[in-house]
């Protein structure tokens, strides 16, 4: 994977992390505990969707840890469209429930972003 990155802010590619949008924890608690080995590792790799696997700085990365939209949105408001409608496209891709919690963080996000599609593109 290639990951680009803006160099005003970032001096090189070692100070990237390559992030899961829905992280791993995240996805076990969804319903990835019921999946075989196989498609865990499938969804650890997922080099089939360009949004399942994000270039972020290493301090975002540990910001975010293993946490959901109800506690932890991007810094940058400009990106949170982005954000939720990529974490809705990629719990959709991978059949991953959405708890009501999280719908309910979702939903107050998505709001704010009308006629904004979420298209998804299933993994399995």
């Known amino acids: 994977m290639t990951a680009a990155y ?13 992030d ?3 992280p791993l924890a995240e996805a076990w608690d969804s319903g990835a505990y019921a ?19 994000i270039a972020v ?6 910001s ?3 946490q959901d939209p109800t506690t932890w949105l991007p810094p940058a408001a400009g ?14 891709r991978w ?6 919690a999280e719908h309910h963080a979702l939903a107050g996000q998505l709001s704010q972003c ?3 599609p979420i298209t998804v593109t299933l993994a399995r």
């Open 95 to 100: 059949g991953l429930t959405i708890d009501d």
């Open 6 to 18: 803006d160099d005003r802010y970032i001096t090189g590619p070692r100070g990237l992390d390559i």
């Open 64 to 66: 975010k840890a293993d």
């Open 79 to 92: 990106y949170r469209c982005t954000y939720v409608t990529d974490w809705v496209a990629d719990k959709t």
């Open 114 to 116: 009308p006629n904004t």
């Open 35 to 53: 999946w075989t080995a196989a498609v865990r590792e499938a969804y650890a790799n997922d080099l089939g969707d360009q949004r399942a696997l």
């Open 20 to 22: 899961h949008l829905v």
């Open 57 to 62: 700085s290493a301090a975002s990365n540990r």
